[in-house]
Nanobody, 122 residues
Framework: VQLQASGGGLVQTGGSLGLSCVNT????????MGWYRQTPGKERELVAR???????NYADFVKGRFTISGDSAQNTVYLQMSSLKPEDTAVYYC?????????????????WGQGTLVTVSS
């Protein structure tokens, strides 16, 4: 599994941006995919995750603004971000795991993409 994230960039406050993550390696039986973000000096934090049954989970700070979607069979996951705020500025990482279990800790994910920078200007 080799995850490749794309779609980051510069956007103004209130704008929208979509992130994509695809598996460019061998397709695996992935049951959970997610998006995390990280800023300098801070721990990587969960943004949203989606299980193979379609169930989703969002961090409180993105509820109502971000939407996660994906296709576990194709090992792809997307994050549509709207009403962006300067505090959403971060490097966003996609992640995948064979099992849909565990909490929000990044340690529960086995596979990671390289990260894509999202910058929201005020």
């Amino acid at each position: 599994v080799q995850l490749q994230a794309s779609g980051g960039g510069l956007v103004q406050t209130g704008g929208s941006l979509g992130l994509s993550c695809v598996n460019t390696g061998t397709i695996a039986r992935i049951n959970r995919m997610g998006w995390y973000r990280q800023t300098p000096g801070k721990e990587r934090e969960l943004v949203a995750r989606i299980n193979s049954d379609g169930s989703t989970n969002y961090a409180d700070f993105v509820k109502g603004r971000f939407t996660i979607s994906g296709d576990s069979a194709q090992n792809t996951v997307y994050l549509q971000m709207s009403s962006l705020k300067p505090e959403d500025t971060a490097v966003y990482y996609c992640a995948a795991n064979l099992f849909a279990m565990g909490g929000n800790s990044p340690e529960t994910y086995r596979y990671w993409g390289q990260g894509t920078l999202v910058t929201v200007s005020s």
